[in-house]
């Protein structure tokens, strides 16, 4: 480990540094610059002799025409074209005791007076001929000085003497050098108030001690440069100055290409007439330059090329990388420079690895992604935010950043908080890689994801529009033919709920270009406003897309009007007749629109039809060829006999995967383990996954943990979900748990042959969590999970500990029990009868599931333990939240928008148990039945919902008088939703209950009570079941209070 002591530091103004190299190396080079407008005119060298010169020219000048600056910290203002007069003026100011304020030329009038007045200017100061580029210098006049300086010629051959300057750095460091300010994207912009101080981290961190062999990745050493390095950054943005302080403190002299509007053209030229081999761009120029083979190849000549100020397209990166050096830059104005190192391997070009001890933590916020946060420490002297802020302990930047899948020390930057789209359904995702692929194709200048608050995302592209009219593209939809790929590549890379479907995506306005920071990013809020009406009609036009329905209602008609409709929700041709469309990403959104376009299409073309198509069709026939079997018969009036379909689906896959469960070994080979217990937890990052694996954490008996989920970045999302549910084991108990990316369907569950065979040798505890929860779907749609269930347990045949696998299944399996059926209460037991299973595709998947369990037992003496669990609630502490996507939060949301809201919930009672609580009781039923001899070759069912039931009817007033609603029927409340006719994006938002509007249906309107369950087996293990409380008014508050409703939120 390095450590970085504080009397390795020393402080320097860079004022002084000037002078003292102008007196002892009067010759070095300070930098190159043109001698023209155009690179071949050539360059000429600037020494230190020469910047000392034209500095204390510039002082005197100061001195006397605005007087001395020292007594009362006056500002000057500074604008002219991006050259070396910046510096002058900067190094003058330092001498004569001013404060310089940088203010982007690109600034309104009115946001530039307001900075003037915030930084207490005194006088505007401009290079000749630059008078009339001034923001408002018609009001200005009047109220402030406006001068004109001499020109750069008389600076540099005009002999003077020396502008003594002794200030020492002690008596400096504090006081305000340098002013700039935000970008001012969501107002009027802020100054931010640099000191000596700051300006001297950028010395500090060149001499920041690193492990032995590493290099940094920032440029500060002239021999491994090569001479100079080309930097292109305006003076006043913090990668210009900090070329220009290097320049100062570690000698690496730079050049600048002539000031002119930057091309790609422009620095190729420059880079082929300097012939430097070191370079500093922004992303934006490097991807112009390598859209030529000429100004690829030229790049390609360079030894080290450095970018900053945005991530620079992966498709670029990987073009370039092993035959340039690859150098990322990262900061802020108020945080500086960053130090890390230079990557050990190329392939990692877009990685950070940070250097140890530079106050660099990384703070999960949500699912993947860490903030940067400075933490102040012994070493102000390198982090610059601690100079600017001097009574800051601690820096939030806003930066995100992701973990590398396998090198955990290494972070990719993937954009700003203020990037990230939350979704209406309370998805996060950040759109900037997606829009960095699109980017790079030639005929994409800029692309926007918007999508904030919506249910999806929807894409802004501003051409290339010089392309764009060479090309003469007829339409839109040509030119997104053409770069559609593109959009494709960048879908594949995003989360399923963050990908951009063709119909919302539009074109800019050739005459409305994207407005741009100095750094050469996308103002996201500037363009969006913009762009408001485009993107609300995107948002309008949902899914009214062109789709005829035939004339005649033929099977082979229908099938090609299915396929067409779902072509177009899914955007992708691959999906065949007979695949599952949900397996393809196919999503409750998308149901609706289906379900919406095709009732439009057929009463559009054949009002005499009388048929209409609802979601609970689109999600019983998940396929092309069975929904349009399904149209087609309806159409022809035939029927079908759905109870004996039904048993004969649940039979067929119980048959499927019951036969390939045969003991590898006699029953009495299984082995038991004493206290020191290994877990394969799977689903560990859902609601009552994360409650679990916290029960696992707190537990002395349970040595190590494998999570199992489908995420690559689930051991980020966990961290996450553990800070926002308040779980504050995994700081103490993280080392005990490994997180294992699996494939719910594959074989060995998607592992490899190393790491299955691990969990074969250690693994004596199976809890298997991860379910997809979804009261729409038919069973088939569950097939890949149901064959889960059967490799675990082929998993525990195969094991050394014959690990005993605990199923987390539900009480809907036993909620069509009669009385008739023997008993008057649903037993804790195996029930193979499937009558007894509610008529539903997720229940029916359970079922089905644990008759394979019960098999396993019987047949091969795998232990097995079902936990049948009722309606889980949310939490009983303040810290978490019942997902709002699930059935009552949905019901509550939607009565707050309707102001009605059921008096009856199909059933009267209420017998759900609060998450955490459930955890404490599978985790009592886990021990006693580890603990029970006759555990290790047989199956138990348990039944785990609340004993101490209420009734809806007795909580009613309560949620009545918090949420200001009206109780109705729950046929009238239906009858409310039914009236909804195809609903838009902002109904299902406000109205999310219209997506279970059949589920709702069978729900409230069941005329067939639910059947009664056995608990006592259950109760006599797990005391906190036989001692939990009914819901009440209390947790309902709670529950309010964490979805934002009712009067206390």
């Not at 039945?929 to 348990?942: E, I, K, N, V």
Request: hydrophobic share 40%; charged share 25%.
């Amino acid at each position: 480990m390095v450590h970085f002591h504080k009397d390795e530091i020393s402080g320097r103004l860079l004022a002084s540094v000037v002078d003292e190299k102008a007196r002892k190396h009067p010759h070095q080079k300070f930098c190159i610059l043109p001698n023209g407008e155009s690179p071949r005119e050539g360059f000429y060298d600037v020494t230190f002799e020469d910047i000392a010169r034209a500095v204390d020219q510039m002082s005197w000048w100061i001195a006397r025409t605005l007087g001395p600056g020292d007594e009362d910290d006056q500002t000057l203002a500074y604008l002219g074209t991006n050259d070396i007069r910046y510096i002058i003026v900067f190094l003058a100011c330092n001498k004569t005791g001013y404060r310089l304020f940088l203010p982007s030329p690109r600034n309104s009038t009115e946001a530039f007076l307001h900075l003037l007045k915030e930084t207490n200017t005194k006088a505007v100061l401009h290079p000749p001929g630059f008078k009339e580029h001034i923001p408002g210098v018609g009001r200005l006049v009047t109220t402030m000085e406006i001068v004109e300086i001499p020109w750069l010629n008389e600076l540099w051959r005009k002999q003077t003497s020396s502008y003594s300057y002794i200030k020492s750095f002690r008596e400096e460091q504090d006081r305000i050098a340098l002013i700039v300010h935000t970008s001012g994207t969501t107002g009027l912009p802020k100054p931010i108030f640099l000191t000596h101080g700051y300006c001297a981290t950028v010395d500090n961190v060149r001499n920041f001690p690193l492990p032995k062999g590493r290099r940094s990745s920032i440029p500060c050493n002239p021999l491994f440069e090569g001479g100079a390095v080309l930097t292109v950054f305006p003076f006043f943005h913090i990668v210009g100055f900090f070329f220009f302080a290097q320049a100062v403190f570690s000698g690496l002299p730079f050049a600048t290409p002539p000031s002119k509007p930057l091309s790609g053209d422009l620095v190729v030229k420059t880079l082929r007439e300097l012939r430097v081999v070191s370079a500093a761009l922004p992303p934006s120029l490097i991807e112009n330059i390598c859209s030529s083979d000429f100004g690829l190849k030229t790049l390609t000549q360079l030894n080290n090329l450095y970018f900053g100020g945005a991530p620079l397209s992966p498709e670029i990166g990987e073009m370039l990388r092993g035959r340039v050096k690859l150098n990322s830059l990262i900061g802020s104005t108020e945080m500086g420079i960053l130090l890390s190192m230079r990557p050990l391997d190329e392939a990692d070009w877009s990685y950070f690895e940070w250097a140890p001890n530079f106050n660099i933590h990384m703070d999960p916020v949500s699912d993947n992604f860490y903030e940067l946060v400075l933490r102040r420490g012994d070493n102000r002297e390198v982090n610059g935010i601690f100079h600017s802020f001097p009574s800051l302990l601690e820096y939030r930047s806003k930066d995100l950043y992701t973990r590398h899948p396998t090198k955990k020390h290494l972070w990719k930057y993937s954009g700003r908080s203020d990037d990230i789209i939350v979704l209406s359904n309370g998805e996060k995702f950040n759109p900037v890689d997606m829009e960095k692929i699109i980017e790079a194709h030639p005929l994409v200048s800029r692309a926007l994801i918007v999508g904030q608050g919506r249910f999806h995302s929807a894409l802004l592209i501003e051409p290339n529009w010089e392309l764009w009219h060479s090309r003469k593209f007829p339409s839109d939809s040509a030119f997104l033919d053409e770069i559609w790929p593109k959009i494709r590549e960048a879908n594949a890379g995003a989360p399923a709920y963050g990908r951009v479907m063709r119909s919302k995506i539009a074109l800019a306005d050739e005459n409305k270009p994207f407005k741009t920071t100095p750094k050469g990013t996308t103002q996201r809020r500037l363009v969006q406003q913009d762009y408001e009406d485009l993107i609300e009609t995107l948002y309008r036009n949902d899914h009214k897309k062109d789709l005829e329905c035939p004339d005649e209602g033929y099977l082979a008609n229908i099938l090609i009007f299915i396929r067409q409709a779902v072509h177009n929700q899914l955007e992708d041709k691959n999906v065949h007749d007979a695949d599952d469309f949900y397996e393809a990403g196919f999503d409750s959104l998308q149901t609706v629109f289906l379900a919406n376009t095709l009732s439009s299409a057929i009463k559009s073309k054949h009002p005499d039809w009388s048929l209409s198509i609802n979601i609970h069709d689109v999600y019983a026939h998940p396929t092309i060829a069975s929904l349009s079997q399904y149209v087609t018969d309806r159409l022809q009036g035939n029927k079908t006999d759905t109870k004996a379909l039904r048993y004969e689906r649940i039979n067929h896959m119980i048959q499927k995967y019951r036969d390939s469960l045969r003991p590898e070994r006699p029953f009495t080979m299984w082995r038991k383990r004493g206290n020191q217990h290994v877990v394969l937890l799977t689903g560990s990052t859902g609601s009552l996954g994360s409650y679990i694996l916290d029960q696992l954490l707190s537990d002395h008996t349970v040595v190590k943990i494998y999570c199992l989920n489908r995420s690559a970045d689930a051991e980020t999302r966990q961290r996450q979900v553990h800070v926002e549910r308040g779980l504050g084991l995994w700081q103490t108990g993280g080392e005990r748990v490994e997180f294992v990316k699996a494939v719910f369907g594959d074989d060995k569950l998607g592992l490899s042959e190393s790491k299955y065979n691990t969990l074969l040798a250690t693994v004596d505890i199976t809890i298997h969590n991860a379910w997809k929860l979804d009261f729409n779907r038919r069973v088939e749609s569950f097939e890949s999970l149901i064959k889960s269930v059967r490799d675990l347990l082929a998993f525990s045949l195969r094991g050394y500990w014959c690990p005993h696998l605990f199923f987390v299944s539900s009480i809907s399996t036993i909620y069509g029990w009669d009385p008739t059926m023997g008993r008057p209460s649903a037993p804790e037991d195996i029930i193979e009868n499937s009558d007894a299973v509610l008529e539903q595709g997720y229940a029916e998947s359970k079922h089905i599931a644990e008759r394979l369990c019960y098999e396993a037992s019987k047949t091969a003496g795998v232990p097995t333990t079902i936990l049948r669990v009722g309606q889980i609630g949310g939490p009983t502490r303040a810290e978490g939240i019942w997902n709002r996507n699930e059935w009552f939060p949905s019901l509550i949301a939607t009565s707050a928008r309707i102001g009605k809201i059921p008096t009856s919930l199909g059933t009267n009672e209420v017998d759900w148990i609060p998450v955490d609580s459930l955890a404490e009781i599978i985790m009592e039923i886990i021990h006693s039945r580890l603990g029970t001899h006759s555990s290790s070759a047989s199956a138990a069912c348990f039944h785990i919902v609340n004993p101490k039931k209420t009734s809806w009817k007795s909580l009613l007033p309560f949620v009545q008088s918090k949420l200001n609603v009206a109780p109705v029927a729950a046929s009238e409340w239906i009858s409310n939703l039914k009236n909804v006719i195809d609903p838009t994006e902002e109904d299902l938002l406000q109205m999310p209950a219209l997506k279970l509007l059949d589920f709702y249906r069978g729900l409230l309107l069941s005329d067939s009570p639910l059947a009664d369950v056995e608990v006592r087996n259950t109760m006599k293990i797990s005391p906190t079941l036989a001692n939990l409380h009914p819901i009440s008014e209390q947790m309902i508050k709670n529950w309010l209070w964490q979805w934002g409703l009712g009067e206390d939120s």
